[in-house]
């Protein structure tokens, strides 16, 4: 049922993305670059902000959902009906990397995601002395994930650096697997 549903949306270029990682990674600041508004202005979001951008013909609604701690445990109602997560990680935060990991492999046992792609986003890699893809795939056991298809793009809010690339793989692997044009 909820594949027919999937594929009703994509038949209409739609895919909903939830956009989520610890706080301060960039979340916000990558949906507003995207939508080429000014980077300089962003703080800590509370709640969620969904955003719909037109992306190569699909209608992208993103859904950028505060990572505080406190408000972590607010993720979980976003998960229905995602057709992508993109999981946010700031290349610069060795110490709570661990902290990272924990929350993703939490989300990745969520059967109301287990549909859903992931695009690990490496953000912040403007700053040198950060992590790289490779690290950051064998941090987080990138590599044991089989649930999932997945993909680690290293890229920039601030420079906007592969965040199409990113958002390309998305789409283009929405299409493989529901098999739409
Ligand atoms: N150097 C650099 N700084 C960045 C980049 N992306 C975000 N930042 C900075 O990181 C801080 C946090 O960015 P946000 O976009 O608010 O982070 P968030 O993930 O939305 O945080 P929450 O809403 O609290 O979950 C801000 O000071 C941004 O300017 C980046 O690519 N490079
Ligand atoms: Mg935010």
Redesign the pocket.
């Known amino acids: 049922m909820l594949s027919i549903l999937r594929k009703a949306r994509l038949k209409d270029k739609e895919l909903r993305i939830l956009m989520l ?12 670059k995207i939508m080429n508004e000014d ?2 202005t ?5 709640g969620f902000i969904i955003k719909t951008i037109d992306f190569h013909g699909y209608k992208l609604n993103i859904w ?5 701690k406190t408000i972590r445990s607010y993720w979980r109602n976003y998960f229905e009906k995602t057709d992508a997560l993109i999981w ?1 990680v ?1 290349a ?1 935060d060795k110490l709570r990397i661990d902290d990272c990991k924990a929350e993703l492999k939490g989300l990745l046992q969520e059967e109301r995601l287990a549909g859903a792609s992931l695009l690990v986003f490496l ?5 040198a002395g950060g992590m790289d893809e490779q690290e950051v795939t064998r941090v987080l056991e990138l590599e044991r994930i089989l649930t999932h298809r997945w993909v680690v793009v290293s ?5 906007g650096k592969n965040l199409e690339t990113g958002l390309d793989w998305v789409v283009q692997d929405a299409r493989d697997r529901l098999f739409l044009y």
Do not use: R
């Open positions: 990682g610890l706080d301060n990674a960039g979340k916000t600041t990558i949906v507003k980077v300089n962003v703080s800590p979001t509370l950028d959902v505060g990572g505080q946010v700031d610069t953000n912040k890699t403007d700053v890229c920039s809010a601030m420079t």
